[in-house]
């Protein structure tokens, strides 16, 4: 890796985010009449008309604003725009009765699901924390800190650990199975990971703090698998290892089969999970000031499994998943894969110093530039066969949205660049 | 067991109680001058003038109170009592600040020891619901939910389940080894225990009848012996069992080595704390409409190990503490510990209508009224040799006090009066 490739790649990237990427959202995101954001795009960027608002795009596009703020885009319209998201999350969202945000209100600001999904409110943590760090406006930390408070109280599992994730609107934990009451997830707790960091980055409160380490335990010890370093996407109560269902609130786009269930249930790792978890630790180390020495292993075998077994070298990009030994099982391409593992890649190359880490970087930066990106309205295509061809072809709906591509763009752009300052 | 026999040794109680008990109490606690309770005395009753009131002095001393009014003594003199117990609790020794109790005051009030113990936290909770139950006065259990919530946001280890027991006045965990903040404690669970359930028979939130099965559930699964089924004094944050050592805020009397150190320091268990769980634990079941059958193995095992290996068929009593197996270390007799298993002999008898329980609820009976209560004055001898005279003298002092005395008293009336009932 030379200095010009380098400057190439820097230049690719910053290119997109400020002529595509971010136009797309600007140009069409808020809704003026209800308030918050309108989430919901076709492949031509035109509105498709979902009567939602979801906990999860609001706060996703809470985060992207202010953090592409705080990252120095937008002049200060990005700051303008998350206000008048956090107008919305806060004054239509919050359920002054019990505490905690909404699932979903319809474009008017209707509550059509007031269950408390730990999912989003972390997310709610993330955003609003970022916010108050972006814009110096307090509404951020405070609603942040309440919420983190009510998680505090109403779903961590005190008697093994962790936090259970679905409950209903006034915090009562719901049933088993589907309803999700008898599980913990790798996803709620690399997002609690997540919002604890930039919480406590804001806060510097010794409370978050432990509660931050306390989840990075979690995951250490519990939750990635003890021999390979991958995540294990769901677990009983007790941490047994428990088989990967579909639940009845959904926060991704993962595919099951036709009954809820996945192909290898029980061995099952993401390759773009894995390495965001390793990027998300990264960074909350660095926020932590605990030097990245201490978890080596952990986040050398995340970022190792995706590169040996997950990158596609033919065709470009990372697949979607497969066992924790490295057995493929689907060679398809999701975007947030894609995003998540261009920051880490960087990371990984940053830290250890190894060369196919640059390799792998250049595959998928490649694979995101040449066919992922829908050039022609700005945002990525969702998801494509091995070759890159759309397969689903909205630009967002309520959990694509824009977190992991804009965070992708302005995260690598800031670690590309302080490579170039060492390359120098 | 006769009705005659029955009603002797219930007259026997109520004797001791009414005439010699509670005017122990009533006619030399109050502090006129300074608020809440003077809590040490000597062995002829009078003040020993130690210039401290601490927070479990004052909190048991207002659960004494409430309780043995909601059970219908005092005629409103021990509602009195009690309210003049929490207008100094919440006047004095909460802490406007970081929020919780602090741990210990002078005589006057000011603070000598600022730090939050979970211990005494969760008497705080038990004696403050009590008093709301017994009252009406909500200021209780107002205070009761605030420290409930401070100990979920503050004090639970969300990696490995369970509380942390030592914090400094900020909530700040304390250090390891005698500061304690890498131990958890049998004590403080059990006790946590008991606060809930009466935390819940008050509110009947879901929240609180959610962390009451989720403290029953620890109990049961990793603090009781897997084995035995008695308790282990002290474990590690990840429960490995610990060495039992002495903590530099210590709550109770416990005999140490000068070093602070058990004899043995691995398998020890304490019969009156093993029944006292056990009769804890039956009445949690009871407020929570729980069928006790479902816990009858656990129940059994801590109720057996005491008559079998704890009762001192030849000088009366229970032995203070010996191995999981059933060796016997400690023939001396603590006051305590005689106190909780008339409580629990009496459940044991009523659920497993086994005779040698009525057997063993006699002697100990006897124990007490004949060599343990210090007639010419009213209260108990804290601790004695095997054959039952006096080592230590002290009729009361921060750790002593009246909660397991009186509440034994009320608590075996009440078992006595519904056996009556029954062998009608």
């Given amino acids: 890796m030379t200095k010009e490739i380098l400057h190439q790649h820097l230049q690719e990237l910053h ?47 809470i985060y992207t604003y202010a953090s592409a ?52 409110q972390s997310f709610a943590i993330y955003c609003l924390s970022e916010y108050t760090l972006a814009t110096g406006d307090l509404r951020g930390i405070k609603y942040a800190r309440t919420v983190f408070d009510l998680l505090q109280k109403y779903a961590t599992d ?21 309803a999700g009451g008898d599980r913990k997830t790798l996803d709620a707790h690399m997002h609690l990971m997540e919002a604890f960091t930039t919480l406590y980055e804001c806060t510097r409160q010794s409370i978050h703090r432990r509660k931050l380490l306390e989840v990075i335990d979690l995951l250490t010890k519990k939750i990635m698998h003890p021999v390979y370093g991958t995540g294990i996407p769901q677990f009983w109560t007790d941490w047994q ?53 201490v978890y080596h292993d952990q986040l050398r075998k995340s970022f190792a499994h995706a590169v040996d077994h997950g990158v596609d070298w033919k065709f470009g990009g990372v697949f979607v998943e497969g066992s924790h030994a490295g057995e493929v099982y689907d060679r398809e391409k ?28 250049e595959n998928v930066h ?35 949205i824009n977190y992991h591509t804009v965070r992708s763009m302005v995260q690598s752009i800031q670690r590309l660049d302080a490579l170039r300052v060492i390359s120098r």
Same sequence: chains 1, 2.
């Fill in 69 to 120: 703020h705080r990252a120095g885009y937008g002049g200060g319209a990005l700051a303008e725009l998350a206000r008048h998201g956090v107008d919305y999350l806060i004054g239509t969202m919050w359920d002054e009765e019990y505490g905690g945000f909404y699932w979903m209100t319809n474009r008017r600001g209707e509550v059509t699901n007031d269950q408390k999904i730990v999912y989003g």
């Fill in 15 to 61: 290119t997109h985010l400020i002529d595509e990427l971010l136009p797309f959202w600007t140009t069409r995101t808020i809704d003026e009449v209800n308030g918050g954001f309108v989430t919901h795009f076709d492949q031509y960027g035109n509105d498709s008309g979902e009567d939602e608002k979801s906990l999860i795009a609001q706060t996703r596009s």
């Fill in 158 to 178: 005190t008697t093994h650990g962790g936090y259970f994730e679905m409950f209903l609107r006034d915090w009562t934990l719901k049933g088993p199975g589907s």
């Fill in 366 to 400: 490649r694979f995101v530039l040449d066919k992922l990106v829908n050039h022609s309205v700005g945002e990525w295509w969702p998801l494509t066969t091995r070759q890159g061809d759309p397969i689903w072809t909205h630009m967002s709906h309520s959990w694509k």
């Fill in 334 to 361: 999701e975007f947030w894969q894609q995003a998540e593992v261009l920051i880490g890649f960087l990371d990984a190359y940053r830290i250890f110093g190894d060369e196919r880490y640059w390799q792998a970087y």
């Fill in 241 to 293: 290892v428990a088989p990967q269902i579909k639940f009845d609130v959904i926060w991704g786009w993962d595919r099951f089969t036709n009954d809820g269930v996945k192909r290898a249930a029980e061995d099952n790792t993401s390759y773009g999970h894995n390495v965001e978890f390793a990027w998300l630790l990264l960074h909350a180390l660095t926020i932590l000031e605990i030097p990245h020495e």
